[in-house]
């Protein structure tokens, strides 16, 4: 599990909080809500449902809460364990190219040096885990009190003039809605939601592990001194100390004085520049080893026009931002509210807030690119790693060749793509692990030249024409709804498919030629292009097979049952 994986079932496990509240509220109906009586009985009603809500979420989340917090541990460890690696390899190429400044370690004094280290880490981890379960127990408490909240709060707003019992709940629950489950406090006052504290503490403790793994292959070689990158989008509080040299008396055993013992200068120590604002909360910048006699000095310098390019970055990251939150916020009350009318309102806000989010990352999009090939090489890493969970021994072998024949780069566009011009994987930051199986799966059809040989077609020709005759006349997006209910999500478009059926969407989008939308799909245009329907089902169904969830893939062999065994043999004729 990966640090951004914790950070969403953080955000599930919010959702199905207020889903399961706002569910309670609907279930029980105010006819007439100018009479006090019946407020009062529904509130007595509401009482016994949040009693039932408190003591079903306790039970139901404290084991999800337990799973969560077993893999906080994995993660940091990890990161430690990457940056322990990947420092190793840095040295040993600057040793290969003639660095000598260097003084091992005895082998006596590792042993010990080892578990002080581990030490450190553990303390770390113990801190993170402490923490988590303090802001887990804290959301229950805000569940609950939001929940008593909109349940006094409803016939206020109905005695003030709401006018239907849909639109008082709606008034009642319009802020926390427009919040989120807010449970954390910060030092400054601020509250966060869960989901942000998780993403924050996690991201934090996560680099200071990956740091603290790069020191400790340093002082095994005696290498302290260190220089914070110069790069395009630098965090405010780090861009005094983009571009410098210092002693890392944190992680890599400087010493206190400052003064490098390879050639006595005197520099900046971090723990200083950490102490100034270096290395805050989900700071983006890093350092990475300077090797004196052999690295290129550094040009510390910003000139006037980099300044203010980079004081005119942060302010639109911060917009940018901002209309992700906006989005977000009328998301959920779109989903969650009573009324139709409030529905219809917010719906058209969230629209708005889309065109203003697309239109700033337009006018920004090299902004986005910025410091994107560290998480890009990082992400594909992981990917590599995640190969040893998949179960189907074909499957694990194809990606893993596939893996090994292309390159990984950020991708210019909005989203990932295999190129098939160039043999590179082009990924979006943002883009996960099942995704990077399917744009694999574009090359081993490519390499195998397997829909280029015809392979698809008639299968897909067939599973329409059964998806046609199941329908019946009636629309097959009603039919798909009414027959698989938990595979749907209301979202602002309407009923959309959960993000794990994705690749039945979008095989569904092309073999009606565009005109069944669940939310996931190629454009119209892609799917005139001759074989472009058989390429991405190929591909659709090796992101399907990589993730392995038996849900979709029960769903999909019931949907399309001969594309799906032409799909399995061709995988194992591949692989004789």
């Not at 949040?50 to 990890?78: C, M, T």
């Not at 091992?104 to 080892?114: I, L, V, Y």
């Not at 209301?490 to 993000?499: A, R």
Request: proline share 2%; hydrophobic share 35%; with cysteine.
């Amino acid at each position: 599990m990966r640090d951004y994986d914790i950070e969403d079932a953080f955000a599930a496990i919010e959702e199905e909080l207020i889903a399961s509240m706002l569910r309670n509220m609907k279930r029980h109906h105010v006819e007439e809500i100018a009479e006090d009586k019946q407020w009062a009985m529904w509130q007595a009603m509401q009482l016994e449902s949040l009693e039932r809500y408190k003591k079903a979420n306790q039970k139901k989340f404290g084991s999800r809460f337990s799973d969560i917090n077993s893999r906080i541990g994995e993660v940091i460890r990890e990161a430690s364990k990457h940056g322990y690696m990947d420092q190793e390899t840095e040295i040993l190429k600057a040793v290969q190219s003639g660095f000598l400044g260097y003084r091992r370690m005895p082998d006596t004094m590792q042993a010990e040096f080892f578990k002080l280290n581990e030490r450190k880490l553990e303390t770390l981890i113990r801190a993170v885990e402490h923490d988590m379960e303090k802001a887990e127990t804290a959301i229950l408490r805000r569940a609950d009190d939001q929940y008593r909240k909109a349940i006094f709060n409803a016939q206020v707003y109905a005695n003030t003039g709401a006018g239907t019992y849909e639109k008082a709940v709606d008034m009642a629950t319009r802020d926390m809605l427009s919040a989120g489950l807010k449970c954390v406090v910060y030092a400054n006052g601020a509250m966060h939601t869960l989901q942000d504290y998780a993403d924050m503490a996690l991201r934090t403790a996560s680099k200071r592990a990956y740091l603290q793994g790069e020191g400790l292959k340093r002082q095994e070689w005696g290498i302290t001194t260190v220089i914070v990158n110069k790069r395009g989008n630098p965090c405010p509080k780090c861009l005094p100390f983009c571009g410098k040299i210092l002693i890392d008396d944190v992680w890599s055993g400087g010493s206190k004085d400052g003064i490098s013992p390879v050639t006595g200068l005197k520099y900046p120590l971090i723990s200083s520049a950490i102490s100034a604002g270096l290395y805050h909360p989900r700071c983006k910048d890093s350092h990475t080893t300077y090797f004196e006699g052999i690295s290129t000095p550094p040009d510390s310098k910003y000139t006037r026009k980099e300044l203010d390019q980079i004081a005119e970055d942060y302010r639109n990251e911060q917009k940018i931002q901002h209309a992700k939150q906006q989005v977000d916020k009328y998301d959920r009350l779109v989903k969650h509210s009573l009324d139709e009318e409030d529905k219809r309102r917010y719906r058209g806000k969230a629209i708005e807030w889309r065109k203003v989010l697309k239109k700033l990352t337009d006018k920004n999009f090299s902004l986005l690119l910025k410091g994107m090939d560290n998480t890009i090489k990082e992400r594909s890493k992981e990917f590599y790693r995640s190969l040893l969970n998949v179960e189907d021994d074909d499957i694990y072998q194809l990606l893993q060749q596939s893996y090994k024949r292309v390159q990984f780069k950020a991708s210019k566009k909005r989203r990932s793509y295999f190129s098939q011009k160039d043999g590179v994987v082009y990924l979006v930051e943002k883009a996960d692990q099942s995704t990077i199986a399917h744009e694999l799966f574009h090359e081993i059809d490519r390499t195998y030249g397997i829909t280029k040989s015809g392979m698809l077609k008639k299968e897909l020709s067939s599973d329409y024409a059964r998806l046609q005759s199941m329908s019946d006349g009636k629309f097959i997006q009603d039919v798909l709804y009414s027959k698989y209910p938990d595979m749907f999500d209301e979202s602002v478009e309407g009923f959309v498919v959960k993000q794990e059926y994705r690749g039945i969407s979008d095989i569904i989008h092309g073999l009606t030629g565009g005109k069944v939308n669940l939310g996931y799909r190629h454009s119209m245009e892609y799917w005139r292009i001759p074989g472009n329907l058989q390429k991405e089902a190929w591909a659709q169904y090796g992101r399907m097979y990589y993730s392995g969830d038996e849900r979709v893939l029960s769903v999909l062999m019931e949907l399309l049952p001969e594309t799906t065994r032409e799909f399995e043999r061709i995988i194992k004729a591949v692989m004789k």
